[in-house]
């Protein structure tokens, strides 16, 4: 199934109109979907925890429409605006995150799913961007010399294994509270203490014209109030000829059934209401979003859970979680 990958990507810029001859590929089988399995990341290790003092007890915050977290969604919508710049996300979106910042180095709690896909999700990254730069995927610090920014970061669980891999990381997030986990966290370690997180986002770096290597933007897409103008601003921050990697899920049945019902109202892995059916994207609508902001989509994965073994894989599969790999077009 994996030979499937790198023919999925023609078939989705077909779908769009994006190109009007096919696309070339020098393997039939996936470069990242065939390293995946003999690379040693840096970010297997388990995450230290936070000092006590930088953990509080955050309730859950509340959204609207259903489903819904329990609690007033007015209170938590106010602390998120004051605590936070103006952003491109949608504010039940902002006051959702900044109720469970506290959370993020918690490994069993609601970002759980994401400290488990992490190792996975470094996978693509490494090789789609070692491939791009001509960097070795072998190597320890396969990233050095490379200024990359991680909009959304969150609380750094991405941003700290790409500096250990050597890059000159810059950590955004629209949620001050996130930012703070994010810097208390990251100072725990000489090596990653040189993050540069901003409470900022991505149209405020694009005023102050900041340009990199890489934009990554990892989850942070299907909470956006506008998706395009978002991409174009991701676009904006990469440098000509850089790369752009983003993720998000797709609109699907299955989605909605393993992403929403499952994993927030069954498995309860994430907040209920964490995420809207209706703000997935499909891919074919992230291909011609990225197309038409000047980023050309080289390469698309999807994430596969085992539930016997709890680890996530690379796959051919973007029904559900996916992944897409993209470069700038030289000017």
């Known amino acids: 199934m994996a030979s499937k990958l790198l023919h999925r990507v023609p078939w989705l810029l077909h779908r769009v109109g994006a190109v009007s001859a096919p696309l070339k590929y020098p393997r039939t089988l996936s470069p990242t979907l065939a390293a995946f399995a003999s690379l040693r990341l840096l970010s297997d290790v388990a995450p230290r925890p936070l000092p006590v ?47 469970i910042a506290d959370t993020w180095w918690d490994s069993e709690g609601p970002f759980k799913p994401l400290h488990l896909m992490n190792p996975t999700r470094l996978a693509f990254i ?13 190597s320890a610090r396969p ?31 629209a949620v001050d509270k996130n930012i703070k986990i994010a810097r208390i966290h990251a100072d725990l370690d000489p090596v990653t203490s040189t993050i540069e997180y901003c409470c900022t986002t991505a149209e405020k770096l694009v005023e102050e014209q900041r340009k990199f290597d890489a ?18 601003s991701l676009s904006a921050l990469t440098i000509p000829e850089g790369a752009l990697v983003i993720s998000t899920i797709n609109r699907s049945m299955r989605a909605y059934a393993t992403a929403i019902v499952a994993a927030e109202y069954l498995l309860h892995w994430l907040p209920k209401g964490t995420h809207q059916w209706s703000s997935f994207l499909i891919p074919e609508e992230l291909v011609l979003i990225l197309q038409r902001s000047s980023i050309c989509v080289k390469e698309m994965a999807g994430f596969v859970h085992n539930p ?14 996916f992944i897409a790999f993209g470069t700038k077009k030289g000017q």
């Open 215 to 232: 934009v990554i933007s990892l989850e942070v897409i299907e909470h956006v109030a506008d998706p395009a103008e978002f991409c174009k």
């Open 126 to 138: 490494r090789s789609t961007l070692c491939r791009h730069f001509g960097k070795d995927p072998s």
């Open 143 to 173: 990233f050095e010399g490379m200024k990359i920014v991680d909009v959304g970061c969150g609380g750094g669980i991405l941003s700290e294994p790409l500096a250990r891999m050597g890059a000159s990381v810059t950590g955004v997030d």
């Open 308 to 321: 016997l073994t709890g680890r996530w894989s690379l796959s051919d599969d973007i029904s559900v979680n």
């Open 53 to 99: 003092a930088a953990t509080g007890n955050s309730p859950p915050a509340s959204t609207s429409p259903a489903p819904q977290f329990s609690g007033s969604s007015e209170k938590f919508e106010h602390n998120a605006k004051s605590s936070s710049v103006r952003s491109s996300l949608k504010d039940p979106e902002l006051a959702k995150f900044s109720a």
